[in-house]
């Protein structure tokens, strides 16, 4: 059985050990908006990197790219978000809390459901039996309303050539406005894939549970480009490497689950979704979206190509993008400049597309609820991350264990040496039981100290992190020692 981690107690780890604060704390904060402390942005981009390094560094039928925030207004008309990218929420009136109508639990009953934006419409019918989930009211709610979720700003240096922009509500449209360029300027050929990790903004109806939903946030995407008819194949691929990379990095099995969407969920230009799903220890049912792994189909890349033949109403209209719709297909789409022509069977088309797409910081809060662990020692609890190697923010701590006797001079020098290979921490302040026991807390796979034997033969003591167990190691051998136990 799982064991059970409370969201409290993690998030009173972060801020004690430095993972995690409040944004603009010492202004009272600003609501679901973060910062990465010292060892949280040592554990992020760990988490980062092993991303990367799994699904670019490692394959050579995926590149990199990295866009721009601020995109063209019309690449989110082209892709649908500039008209349907919202939320219905309604507000209660005896409380004024305001909520996504597809979250409302009806009364006596948990709320579990997925539920599809456009769906909500069906449920705002029956709002008089909805509860509130801040005060319990039943059937207290306003109309609903549309709630835009895209960030807007403006840019230009006067009236004229002012122009409305979006802070990108995802980093995917970068890579299908770009497949063209990738695939003028590479060797890449169909099956292929492009990824990009990026910060994302969404103006969040609902914020909760620490940073899970936040209105600025990382995401891991990838689209991978196939024939049609290949789709399916590399569906089932995507969804099973996805989930193995979880595992890989430490994440109990019992934890993680695929979830395939119900047909009513499904976006409309989607063939299939399943979501990769972590018990989280919050929420009306713990299982959460960690990932989501979606069949775009060919829907992004032909939005695209009608988005480029609109430019000019688009001009026309004065740049109001309200104005204007994008014009239909012409019969030859296929052979438009978001296209392929595959060279062996002579063949054009316009790719199918599979996109896992992955949040950093959420990926980030599973492996720290899946790493926290208490157990009791000697009559005390010990609070211990156990985070896989590869993620562990700090790989080794050096302690001298008195601040005498020439051991703060061969600490010293063994933490130059390990500094240069991975990240270390030097401390010589206090107990080394305590010592110890804060880098328990955070994650530190070994500790190595030195003592009075080691001036006598040259060894000093490494302690590991789950077990506790210590073994005297030459401090020459110290380096070689530790890359392999970390994998390095």
Not at 357 to 371: C, E, H, K, N, Y
């Amino acid at each position: 059985m799982a064991k059970i981690t409370k969201l409290d107690d993690i998030v009173s780890l972060c801020k004690r050990r430095g993972f995690i604060f409040q944004s603009s704390e010492i202004y009272g904060g600003l609501a679901s908006c973060y910062d990465y402390g010292p060892l949280g942005v040592e554990l992020k981009r760990n988490v980062r990197n092993a991303w990367w390094k799994r699904v670019v560094q490692m394959r050579d039928d995926i590149v990199g790219l990295d866009c721009s925030i601020l995109m063209h207004p019309m690449v989110w008309k082209a892709s649908g978000h500039a008209d349907k990218f919202a939320d219905l929420v309604t507000v209660c009136r005896k409380c004024n809390t305001r909520s996504r109508v597809d979250h409302l639990a009806d009364d006596g009953e948990e709320h579990t459901a997925h539920v599809r934006v456009e769906a909500a419409m069906a449920e705002a019918g029956e709002l008089a039996r909805k509860k509130c989930p801040a005060c319990g009211a039943v059937g207290q709610f306003a109309e609903p309303m549309a709630f835009r979720l895209m960030f807007e700003t403006e840019m230009g240096a006067n009236v004229d050539d002012t122009m409305t922009l979006f802070l990108r509500p995802e980093t995917a449209q970068g890579i299908f406005v770009n497949f063209r360029n990738v695939m003028d300027s590479t060797r890449v050929k169909v099956p292929f894939g492009i990824a990009q990790i990026g910060k994302s903004f969404r103006n969040e109806v609902t914020t909760k549970a620490f940073i899970f939903r936040t209105r600025e946030f990382e995401q891991a995407e990838l689209e991978f480009f196939c024939a049609p008819g290949t789709d399916d194949q590399w569906y089932e691929y995507w969804k099973a490497e996805r989930f193995r990379w979880y595992t890989d990095l430490g994440i109990q099995g019992e934890n993680l689950r695929l979830r395939e969407h119900d047909p009513d969920e499904l976006a409309h230009y989607a063939k299939g979704c399943v979501d990769v799903e972590y018990r989280f220890p919050f929420g009306s049912g713990d299982w959460q979206e960690l990932e989501g792994i979606a069949n775009r189909t060919d829907f992004d890349l032909r939005q695209h190509q009608r988005g480029m033949r609109t430019m000019n109403d688009w001009y026309e209209a004065g740049r109001d993008l309200t104005k204007i719709t994008l014009k239909e297909e012409d019969a030859d789409y296929i052979k438009g400049p978001l296209s392929y022509f595959n060279e062996e069977t002579k063949e054009r088309f316009v790719p199918y597309v599979i996109e896992p797409s992955a949040g950093i910081d959420r990926s980030t809060l599973a492996f720290l609820v899946d790493a926290y662990d208490e157990e009791e020692v000697k009559g005390e609890t010990r609070n211990v991350l156990r985070f896989h190697p590869d993620l562990a923010p700090v790989k080794a701590a050096i302690f001298p264990l008195v601040k005498k006797d020439g051991m703060p001079e061969i600490a010293r020098k063994i933490y130059d040496d390990l500094k240069a290979r991975f990240t270390c921490f030097y401390d010589e302040k206090g107990a080394v039981g305590r010592r110890y026991r804060r880098q328990d807390e955070a994650g530190t796979p070994f500790c190595i100290t030195v003592d009075g034997q080691s001036k006598e033969d040259n060894t000093v003591t490494v302690r590991d992190r789950d077990s506790m167990e210590q073994i005297r190691v030459g401090a020459d051998q110290i380096r070689g020692y530790l890359m392999e136990r970390l994998g390095m």
